[in-house]
């Protein structure tokens, strides 16, 4: 699937350049996807560097909390519930608890915490894998939960929306929060199909009403705030559960007279090594999508969706949030400046400007954190890892445009 997509990539990107040089004039297209091939090339370098540090970072810190047994703790209450979606992990497996820390970090929007305990969590699960080149049951689904796991507090987004100008930053939180569950459920939808997951089990059901209802506590809550309240809350319970659980993995090493420095130190190291290895597939589809922007593809699509829906007399003013759409499921870095583009073209309190917000907070970005999770591990046959993450980006796209229109249309 990754090698079919790449191609794709390229190849329609040169048949859009030849047609715009041949038919329409445009000498520069071919220099711009060049430049563009160079540009990416080098961003993905600089990125996988600057994720060396980070990796090394949390690494050393899930090794601390390994070997101290606290991670052990915090997967206990979820293993009944994994057991059933997960069935090839054994209970009290290590993969079990980077598992749970990935999906916590990202529910918390701590995008650089969340990244190299999904590495991690890949490679243990690697370990069980009976076929290393080709992605296990177990890798699919906790990739597309992955891509698509509800953020409770995107706090980065607010950011940028009061940054831009915007009357009421945090406007967009429940639309955001709506949109991001149901891409999640989306997801496990599709894997369970695929996969033939009983989510019908009595245990799989009350674990979901139970998230499901802790959802709505949080929306009643938020939703009684105002802005300043929301951003200074939401922004304060992220940092003090992440800096509290550092502590706590480091307390309960030292209550257990481990030396906490030395665990740190071996996993730092093994995170350096995994920012090297993923180097290869970032350059690989960052310059590849690069290319496929810079010969005006996606301007294609984008034109061809406003004239398509024109035609059919359908309110037009989500088209405009389409190019974070579109970019989403490829870069994220993309998506931000296609969000931030769209704030300053239309205003950040404009239909658009909150269509693109909703959409950016709505799910992750898939095919980075497949090149980066799969490659981590040389995965090189992902099955159904991909259909079903562009299905959960789907859900949640269109999610976030039916919600803006409910919230602000």
Known sequence: MLNLIWVFFFLSAFAVASFKLLLLGDTRVFSEMVAAMFSLAKTAFEISLGLGGILALWMGIMKIGEHSGFIELLTRALNPLFSRLMPEIPQGHPALGAITMNIAANMLGLDNAATPMGIKAMQEMQTLNPRPEQASDAQILFLVLNTSSVTLFPVTIFAYRAQLGAANPTDVFLPILIATYVSTLTGLLAVAWVQKINLLDKVVLAYLGGISALLAGLLSYFSGLNQAEMLAQSSLASHVILLGLVVAFIAAAVSKGLNAYELFIDGAKQGFQTAIGIIPYLVAMLVAFG???????????????????????????????????????FSGSGARAMMIDTMQAHGADSFAGRLASVVQGSTETTFYVLAVYFGAVNIKRIRHAAACGIIADIGGIVAAILVTYWFFG
């Not at 984008?302 to 037009?316: A, E, H, P, Q, S």
Request: glycine share 10%; hydrophobic share 45%; aromatic share 12%.
């Open 291 to 329: 290319v496929f922007r810079a010969s005006g593809a996606l301007s294609f699509i984008t034109d061809g969706v406003r004239w398509l829906v024109d035609n059919y007399g359908i309110d037009n003013r989500f088209i405009d949030g389409l190019p974070t759409a579109l970019m989403k499921p």
